[in-house]
């Protein structure tokens, strides 16, 4: 099973309880919850809320990422810039693509992409894009396993055991790279416990 892991850049600021001038940060303020459906899975993720379902194919912009998954995500500002000034038109929340397994790929070649799902009609702009290193690709239909994290981005992971066990009482196998979906936008006022992630694994009968 493949582990995925750490997801925003903009996480950088969000264990900071000061600003750099040495003022008490603004209190976390309540996010609401993103319409799940499923039960979120929390901390210790030892009991996973998982289920199933027919991923739709969605087209989408990346980067690819060679190296520690730690540092996947930290390309979305510059990926979101080049959609922004290329007039491409955003379908979603960022999300991260996880190739390898880590406990058997060495860290400096585990692949990885960083995603920005377009709309379908951005498709003619998203290669005019190309030429600035932005690269597009189909994210294909697939039944895929699934869970929602609740709580800091790198620990969305986590639920990846659960996941495998119900994959096996399906008799179902990996037949894809790991998706992590970041539903909730960090940021200073946005407390970790708000924050949500979904996990998917593709999957296919097994023998």
């Known amino acids: 099973m493949k582990s995925a892991p750490l997801a925003l ?8 309880c000061r600003s ?3 003022q008490v940060a603004p209190s976390p303020v309540p996010v609401p919850v993103p319409a799940v459906d499923l039960p979120l899975t929390r901390a210790p993720y030892t009991s996973v809320n998982a289920n199933f379902k027919e991923r739709l194919e ?6 690819e990422h060679r190296g520690s998954y730690v540092e996947t995500m930290r390309a ?8 922004k000034d290329s007039g491409i038109e ?17 860290a400096a070649e585990l692949r990885s992409r960083v995603c920005l799902p377009i709309d379908a009609g951005s498709v003619d702009q998203a290669n005019q894009a190309a030429a600035k290193a932005v690269r597009l ?12 994290a609740a709580g800091a981005y790198p ?5 990846l ?5 119900y994959m096996r009482s399906m008799r179902w196998v990996e037949a894809g790279p790991v998706r992590e979906v970041y539903l909730v936008q960090p940021g200073p006022q946005t407390p970790m416990e708000s924050l949500v992630c979904e996990v998917q694994v593709p999957v296919q009968g097994g023998q």
């Open 161 to 165: 055991p659960g996941l495998l066990k």
């Open 90 to 106: 955003l379908a979603g929340p960022p999300f991260g693509l996880y190739y390898d397994d880590p406990g058997q790929v060495a």
């Open 20 to 22: 750099r001038d040495g």
């Open 76 to 83: 979305l500002p510059q990926l979101a810039q080049i959609a």
């Open 137 to 148: 690709d189909l994210l294909p239909q697939a039944t895929v396993v699934y869970a929602f």
């Open 9 to 16: 850049a903009l996480l950088v600021g969000l264990t900071a």
């Open 58 to 63: 969605q087209p989408y912009i990346y980067f």
């Open 155 to 159: 620990e969305a992971p986590r639920v």
